[in-house]
């Protein structure tokens, strides 16, 4: 009998916390997941393509060769100022 009981008692909280996860816990996950899409979604939108990261580094590339153009033309300019 004491056993029946308890196994009552224990199908009672069972029930009861399965329900109270189903009402609490469902629906903050799934607002959770909705946050989650909404971030990832906005960080894919923010995100640069191959073909932007390569025309970056063309840029990149062009401004260090006219940099180092110009660093020639100094030196070879200091060169001929101070010979003596």
Do not use: Y
Not at 44 to 68: C, H, P, S, V
Request: charged share 45%.
């Amino acid at each position: 009998m004491m056993v029946v009981m308890m196994k009552q008692e224990e199908q009672k909280w069972t029930k009861f916390f399965a329900k109270a996860f189903k009402e609490v816990m469902l629906p903050a996950l799934d607002d959770l997941k909705e946050e989650m899409d909404k971030r990832l979604l906005k960080i894919e939108e923010n995100m640069a393509t191959k073909a932007d990261i390569d025309r970056l580094e063309r840029k990149f590339n062009a401004g260090q060769d006219r940099l180092d153009m110009h660093d020639k033309r100094i030196t070879k300019l200091e060169g001929r100022v101070f010979k003596n």
